[in-house]
């Protein structure tokens, strides 16, 4: 409550508006339970519709800098895969690495990343997740082919890689 700096009395504004909240507070605490839930979701609640999914093919560009961001689009990738009820024939998920996260999947460093590397390995057992590295990218973090887990594949370039994909009905995921 502001004070008039030549009255010490609050004005008269000021005490209609403490009065108004208090009314209001006072009001939402004198509803029935059900109704005072009521008043806190004043646009309702939201409803869960169940949805098929099939058949969809899907590339995420990955462009990243924690073992925690990849480990995320990994179980995003495998919860698409299931939704889409996991059919290699029916399905596909692309997981373009072209950023930082590179490194993780240089063989030299499968003891530092050895767990993510098992998830992302694990991933890819079913045909459904595919694991594709810029191989320009991975030159200008030091590695070549060799370097990179068997269960990779090198392109060419991801952005060249990327559009090619989309051509063939791929949508794009960030």
Not at 39 to 48: I, K, N, S, T
Not at 78 to 100: E, Q, T
Not at 114 to 132: C, D, K, P, Y
Request: aromatic share 10%; proline share 6%.
């Amino acid at each position: 409550m502001r004070l008039s700096p030549f009255n010490p009395e609050p004005t008269r504004q000021h005490s209609r508006a403490g009065f108004s909240l208090l009314a209001g507070l006072l009001f939402v605490l004198a509803l029935p339970p059900g109704l005072a839930a009521a008043a806190e979701a004043p646009w309702g609640r939201a409803q869960a519709v169940e949805q098929a999914y099939a058949k969809q093919k899907v590339v995420y560009d990955v462009h990243v800098n924690s073992e925690a961001a990849v480990r995320s689009v990994i179980s995003r990738a495998v919860l698409l895969a299931d939704f889409n009820g996991s059919d290699p024939f029916d399905s596909k998920i692309v997981i373009m690495l072209h950023g930082n996260e590179i490194p993780f999947f240089a063989i030299k460093n499968h003891a530092k990343y050895r767990e993510l590397m098992q998830r992302a390995h694990g991933a890819s057992l079913t045909g459904v997740i595919e694991f594709r590295m810029c191989r320009l990218a991975a030159e200008m973090h030091g590695f070549q082919p060799e370097d990179i887990h068997g269960f990779v594949t090198l392109v060419p370039m991801a952005d060249a890689e990327i559009v090619r994909l989309q051509q063939e009905g791929y949508a794009y995921m960030r």
